[in-house]
């Protein structure tokens, strides 16, 4: 399997996806973005911090796309409270993958009954934390209702910089040896010190915020992670 760096922003404002954006396009394949309600978890990103985000419904129209949308794929990482009874706007602004976390879908058959055109165009993650049932977890992958699952390698999520927690690591390990083929995303205390136990372990894609824009040197922390991890 491929592995992939994709680098993590929490924009507040939709113009600071931009900034990321032009920093890394001609070093990955990939940018999440972080969006966080303030209700899931604390912290609130674009688009909740204004009551009419404009630039969502662009987005929904066509009439604005992501930056270098042509250049680079997104990928939205969900920390939303009941994220699926908004599918039409998630599913119609333009990423490529979209994930969902555990916890906050109270509804899957909703995400279940995703039309095949839309599935057909994007990828549809679960992410999940070390206070997961993973047992829970087995059918959403084995029904095909999600395509990947991303670990979230920190106990508190929602916040950049926080420490890694080694319990990720049994989690990688068991889904792993459970499914052969799956794609698994780590997001969270991705590091160079990190990086080696999380590809052992079979980790395919690896989602960094501070890691890759720490000091500002963008270029030099992702080719650095991609050394690591083709070890």
């Known amino acids: 399997m491929n592995k992939e760096i994709i680098p993590a922003c929490m924009p507040k404002e939709f113009d600071e996806?931009?900034?990321?954006?032009?920093?890394?396009?001609?070093?990955?394949?990939?940018?999440?973005?972080?969006i966080m309600d303030g209700k899931y978890v604390p912290e609130q990103t674009w688009p909740f911090l204004?009551?009419?985000?404009?630039?969502?419904?662009?987005?929904?129209?066509?009439?604005?796309?992501?930056?270098?949308?042509?250049?680079?794929?997104y990928e939205l990482d969900l920390m939303v409270e009941r994220p699926e009874l908004n599918l039409d706007t998630w599913l119609n602004i333009g990423a490529f993958r979209?994930?969902?976390?555990?916890?906050?879908?109270?509804?899957?058959?909703?995400?279940?009954e995703i039309d095949q055109v839309n599935r057909n165009f994007i990828e549809i993650g679960i992410a999940i934390t070390i206070h997961d049932n993973l047992e829970e977890i087995f059918p959403l992958i084995e029904n095909h209702i999600v395509d990947f699952v991303q670990v979230m390698g920190i106990s508190n999520i929602g916040y950049m910089g926080e420490p890694f927690d080694n319990r990720s690591i049994d989690i990688i390990r068991e889904l792993r040896d459970r499914y052969s083929n799956l794609t698994i995303s780590i997001d969270g205390g991705v590091s160079k010190e990190t990086i080696p136990l999380l590809r052992d372990s079979g980790v395919t894609r690896f989602v960094s915020g501070s890691g890759i824009f720490l000091n500002g040197m963008v270029m030099e922390n992702i080719e650095n992670f991609k050394n690591i991890i083709n070890e």
């Not at 032009?22 to 990955?28: A, E, F, T």
């Not at 009551?51 to 794929?73: A, M, Q, R, T, V």
């Open 17 to 34: 996806i931009a900034d990321v954006a032009r920093s890394v396009v001609s070093y990955v394949e990939t940018i999440q973005i972080d």
């Open 50 to 73: 204004y009551k009419n985000d404009y630039h969502i419904n662009n987005l929904i129209k066509e009439s604005e796309g992501f930056p270098l949308w042509d250049k680079i794929n």
């Open 98 to 112: 979209i994930i969902f976390h555990y916890q906050s879908v109270l509804d899957w058959k909703l995400i279940e």
